[in-house]
């Protein structure tokens, strides 16, 4: 299955020692939702807290209890400059890629690089009454809402996408274009309407996160990720890396592990 990686904690300290973070995954919501995660400060003390929000192609519902907002949201590319004022206290759905407009009826690219209002896509959602809620409460209600959007609708096959490619990535999009039978205007239509991306974004993104997943599983070899993800040598692999994570993979596993890191070539600078 195709579970992307977020991890604020790892790329930046002031992050770690502020907020802590959390997912948690919700069985009867897994047909369009990934996870809840959770935001809640670790310490009172105020600071405007880098929060980097890895490119995932997923578009997420955000419930923040400092703005006293909920959006929608969804990045195409890696965001370097978002920030969080601390003490932070944030929940939100990660929505499956394809999920959004499945339930919603919106084109993905209308919540991708932007913010949308509960309220433009819900008119009776009572944004009011939810604040009013201690955050606890508040938290149970939102998975109960997420439950009554999901009611009788079915995940179809743009929903399931991401799984499949993750489980067998393409070397090119015209793979893509063989596999789904569309042509290639057709695929550039449909992607910008269920994901909000290009199929040649998607892709990227879909081999950057298992790139992110072999790195930090800790069981990684050169060989794993250059032929997995077919890197043709490993600067490309290293740039690709870098401009997605803002970090090149030795770095990443440096953070990740404390120092305790594993010595490839392949994770060289």
Not at 49 to 59: K, L, P, Q, S, Y
Not at 81 to 97: D, E, Q, T, V
């Amino acid at each position: 299955m195709y579970y992307p990686i977020q991890i604020p904690y790892i790329l930046n300290k002031q992050f770690a020692e502020s907020v802590k973070y959390t997912e948690e995954i919700i069985t009867n919501l897994q047909d369009f939702v990934l996870c809840i995660w959770e935001m809640q400060p670790l310490t009172e003390k105020e600071a405007l807290v880098e929060n980097i929000i890895i490119a995932d192609g997923c578009i997420d519902l955000i419930a923040d209890f400092g703005e006293k907002q909920i959006i929608y949201c969804g990045m195409r590319k890696t965001d370097f400059n978002s920030k969080i004022n601390s003490p932070a206290y944030l929940f939100g759905a990660r929505f499956k890629p394809g999920a959004f407009y499945a339930i919603t009826n919106v084109h993905a690219t209308e919540a991708m690089d932007t913010f949308i209002q509960i309220n433009k896509i819900d008119a009776n959602f009572d944004i009011d009454s939810f604040f009013r809620l201690p955050f606890n409460e508040a938290k149970i209600f939102f998975k109960n809402y997420l439950g009554t959007l999901a009611y009788n609708k079915k995940p179809n096959m743009f929903i399931s996408l991401f799984d499949k490619l993750s489980n067998n990535i393409p070397d090119s999009v015209s793979e893509i274009y063989k596999l789904l039978n569309y042509s290639p205007m057709q695929c550039q239509r449909l992607f910008k309407k269920h994901f909000g991306l290009t199929p040649q974004m998607a892709l990227c993104i879909i081999r950057f996160q298992k790139c992110l997943e072999i790195i930090i599983s800790g069981n990684a070899s050169p060989n794993d990720v250059l032929s997995v993800l077919n890197f043709h040598d490993q600067s490309h692999f290293i740039n690709d890396f870098k401009k997605n994570i803002g970090v090149t993979p030795l770095e990443l596993v440096k953070k990740y592990t404390n120092g305790e890191f594993l010595q490839y070539n392949c994770f060289s600078l």
